[in-house]
């Protein structure tokens, strides 16, 4: 399957924002922070699995031959499926394409999953006269409600952090815990004193524990793994 989309700018951090959730512009430039802010917004979509407001996007997924089919879409939090497109090779003798039309139900809003049904039946026939279903297209609405986006303050303060890391790497690596990459610290002895860690997770933010606390934050919008639901 494919779906491609990509942040180019930030939606939802500002420097007001940012600055109001503890985040230091130093000497950093509107540039440099502007960079900060659209690269941790996209690493928080990575770990939310959706975007972090409503998005449609348009993907392509194999054909199952046992229609009706359940399908579990790249994104969680749905919204709408919007268009269902079934592509199949018009004949036997020819490349042509054709295009038929489909629906979808949604399943599970949270987890992306969706029954798909088509609407006209392959070409019974013999020789040229047959239609071969390959693919299936699909525009869908995914991402965190508007109001969440606006009004979650766990998920202010932990796009504040991963934001800062991210610009800290720019404007001042020797800052991160760690040194540059931000790999965290386990244990460290300075002037006499100590200090052991418990185990921290390599998460999508890095490895540190303000990474580790960032992805705290946000659990509350994570969908838990669940087994899949069957056909």
Do not use: W
Not at 159 to 169: D, K, R, Y
Not at 197 to 204: D, G, N
Request: proline share 5%; with cysteine.
């Amino acid at each position: 399957m494919s779906v491609e989309y990509y942040h180019l700018v930030p939606v939802i951090l500002t420097d007001a924002l940012y600055i109001a959730f503890g985040g230091r512009t130093g000497t950093s430039t509107a540039a440099q922070r502007r960079a900060a802010y659209q690269i941790g917004e996209s690493q928080m979509i990575r770990e939310l699995g959706t975007f972090l407001l409503p998005t449609t996007v348009t993907g392509t997924f194999k054909y199952f031959h046992n229609m009706p089919t359940r399908l579990e879409l790249p994104h969680h939090h749905m919204i709408s499926v919007d268009a269902t497109t079934i592509l199949s090779q018009e004949s036997l003798c020819n490349c042509n394409i054709s295009e038929d039309a489909g629906c979808s139900f949604i399943v599970d809003s949270m987890y992306g999953y969706i029954d798909i049904r088509r609407l006209t039946s392959a070409y019974l026939g013999c020789g040229c006269s047959i239609e071969i279903p390959y693919q299936m297209r699909i525009a869908y609405t995914a991402g965190l409600p508007t109001g969440t986006a606006a009004n979650d303050a766990a998920l202010h303060l932990a796009l504040t952090i991963v934001a800062e890391l991210n610009l800290l790497e720019v404007i001042d690596p020797a800052a991160l815990e760690g040194g540059p990459g931000d790999p965290g610290i386990r244990e460290y002895v300075s002037m006499g004193y100590g200090e052991k860690r418990m185990p921290l997770k390599a998460t999508v933010f890095g490895s540190s524990a303000r990474a580790n606390k960032a992805k705290q934050l946000v659990e509350h919008l994570t969908p838990k793994v669940a087994f899949k639901l069957g056909h």
